[in-house]
């Protein structure tokens, strides 16, 4: 009781705070009155999520209760035009839960890559894996594409050509508003990104990052015992990482709370309902792929049953699709892969930080979908060479997209060009991305997972789950 009674006093400060800052201007008593509902709000969130259902519940299943309360918040708070409190002050708890993640995200790809190459000992064994990596990869993306542009074709979501271009105007109009930004959201954008920040090679490249990785790990494999002792400390700083990860994932289920009402708020319903057939056929083709992921290529390559990947990859599926960010999932990926699933840790270490980069099949499948809607929306009818140009476009852009949030709405352009694909109308597709952008972050994660397990059982590695460390 001794140790609650601060927490509770805590959070209903902060509560407090938060709630006087989004009823700003006060205005006396009237905006005290108005400030009361929020902090209300505010402090009932922090309790229930921060230490009502800690000890209750698993941390999938808090996840999974933050997910669900987050949609109908979002869709209450909608509902009574308060849209201002989920975006500007709930939403400061899900910027820092994702910035907490990347925060050891450059670090974590080095020391993972490096003890992972290290680890395998006999640096011949590297071109093995890496053949076998690379080969995995490129066929599971080729096959999303594939995929994308037969559901595209036989669909054709783009079909409603003059309802799609009325959808674009107004979102266009809209996106043409500018206003002040609020305590809340300069706390997001600006005070925020400042303090929660890896200072280590933060602005590389991950490509240049991965093949320093991977030279200095091969490196320390070929010292042998000389190598041991900087391996050892390479080894300690991955767990010292992975640490500082499950300490963060206390915070996950406000956070994924909030980003879930977020979403909701700033997705609205009226794109959604007119891009209903492009909605559907991407979220079909993710679907799909999944499907062919878990339930073919796991159990026919990994020999793993579909639920035993499934239960173990369940926590970090689920911060994926809150996140849309593979990059700021992978701590949660590596321990559940290797921990929950039983796949090699070195495997793992090697071949999770790399697809984080190269490896993006939901990412691949949606930019296909997406070129060819923009095409069928502006009339055009792409032939099989035309096809071809997106399908090789897709496949080569996703490779090395930035594992964050939206990252591939900067490569639509890139296929549409190459494809003779007008750019008009990308802001209506920009409109609906977000809840896509969640589903097919899930897929990409999938992906890399499940190359996991099919290489630790093609290296005759693969293991058993252990349990799951206490977070």
């Excluded at 339930?295 to 926590?315: D, E, T």
């Excluded at 994926?320 to 699933?341: E, G, H, K």
Aim: aromatic share 8%; net charge neutral.
């Amino acid at each position: 009781m001794r140790r609650i009674v601060p927490k509770v006093a805590f959070l209903a400060v902060l509560a407090v705070a938060l709630g006087m800052a989004s009823a700003i201007p006060l205005d006396g008593w009237g905006g005290l009155r108005r400030a009361v509902l929020p902090s209300l709000f505010l402090f009932v969130a922090f309790v229930v999520f921060l230490l009502a259902l800690r000890g209750r519940l698993g941390l999938p299943s808090q996840i999974f209760v933050a997910m669900v309360t987050g949609i109908l918040c979002g869709w209450l708070f909608t509902h009574f035009r308060n849209e201002a409190l989920v975006t500007d002050y709930l939403g400061i708890f899900g910027t820092l839960f994702i910035l907490m993640l990347k925060l050891v995200i450059v670090p974590l790809i080095f020391v993972s890559i490096v003890c992972g190459v290290a680890g395998i000992g006999d640096v011949r064994k590297l071109g093995s894996l890496g053949a076998k990596t690379l080969g995995y990869y490129f066929l599971t993306t080729a096959i999303a594409v594939v995929i994308g542009l037969c559901l595209v074709n036989a669909i054709r979501p783009g079909s409603d050509r003059e309802t799609l271009q009325r959808a674009y105007t107004d979102t266009a109009s809209a996106s043409d508003e500018d206003a002040e930004l609020s305590i809340g959201m300069k706390i997001q954008k600006e005070f925020l990104p400042r303090i929660v920040r890896n200072p280590i090679m933060a602005d590389e490249n991950p490509l240049v990052i991965i093949f320093f990785a991977l030279l200095l790990g091969a490196a320390l494999a070929s010292l042998g015992q000389d190598g041991l002792p900087a391996l050892k400390v390479f080894r300690a700083l991955d767990k010292a990482l992975i640490q500082l990860v499950i300490w963060t994932m206390a915070l996950a289920p406000l956070g994924v709370f909030a980003l879930m009402s977020r979403a909701v708020v700033e997705m609205g319903m009226d794109c959604m309902a007119t891009l209903a057939k492009y909605f559907g056929t991407v979220l079909l083709g993710l679907g799909i792929h999944f499907g062919v992921l878990v339930f073919v290529i796991c159990p026919l390559l990994g020999r793993i049953s579909p639920l035993r990947f499934l239960r173990g990859m369940l926590p970090a599926l689920q911060v994926s699709f809150s996140t849309s960010s593979s990059s700021a999932t992978l701590p949660v990926t590596i321990d559940c892969a290797s921990r929950r699933v039983g796949s090699d840790e070195n495997v793992c270490n090697f071949m999770l930080p790399l697809g984080a980069t190269i490896n993006m099949d939901g990412t691949a499948l949606y930019l296909a979908v997406a070129s060819l809607f923009m095409a069928q929306m502006h009339g055009m009818q792409l032939g099989l060479q035309e096809q071809v140009v997106v399908f090789l476009t897709a496949v080569l852009v996703s490779i090395g997209t930035a594992g964050i949030p939206s990252a591939s709405l900067g490569l639509i352009p890139i296929i549409l060009t190459s494809a003779g694909i007008p750019l008009e109308g990308l802001a209506l597709v920009f409109g609906v991305d977000r809840f896509l952008d969640m589903s097919r972050t899930v897929v990409n994660i999938t992906g890399d997972s499940v190359g996991t397990v099919v290489v630790s059982q093609s290296e005759g590695v693969m293991g058993e789950p252990v349990a799951e460390p206490e977070l």
